[in-house]
């Protein structure tokens, strides 16, 4: 079954830099490539609601919600996609999510159909 597993989570220094990692499998047993599907990064920081921060699709068109100081890519071919967060903030601290759906990209987390665990970042001195 399609699987997301998000790594590179962990303790950063305010202004620092990290990079997250978000790698789908299983989406291919349908017939269909990885492509067909958008690919999202959510966050949900302590006491707020999950919040979506940019989503890609296949074929590497960008739609940010949020956070200008994050990039989002995606490397079809490796079946990973990426958060590039620089100039990192206390504020930033949270459980950092991918998701995924069919075709088209949505801020909204309940028309994401797939989810991995979540990787913790926190920055902090």
């Known amino acids: 079954q399609p699987q997301l597993v998000e790594s590179g989570g962990g303790l950063v220094q305010p202004g620092g830099s990290l990079r997250l990692s978000c790698t789908a499998s299983?989406?291919?047993?349908?017939?269909?490539?990885?492509?067909?599907?958008?690919m999202a990064w959510f966050r949900q920081a302590p006491g707020k609601e999950r919040e979506a921060l940019s989503c890609?699709?296949?074929?590497?068109i960008v739609t940010n919600y949020a956070e200008g100081r994050f990039t989002i890519s995606r490397d079809n071919a490796k079946n990973t996609m990426y958060l590039q967060m620089n100039s990192l903030k206390p504020g930033d601290t949270a459980v950092y999510y991918c998701?995924?759906?069919?075709?088209?990209?949505?801020?909204?987390?309940?028309?994401?159909?797939?989810w991995g665990k979540g990787t913790l970042v926190t920055v902090s001195s």
């Open positions: 890609i699709t296949g074929g590497n």
């Open positions: 299983g989406f291919t047993a349908s017939g269909f490539t990885l492509g067909v599907y958008v």
């Open positions: 998701a995924a759906r069919w075709l088209t990209c949505s801020h909204n987390v309940n028309d994401m159909n797939y």
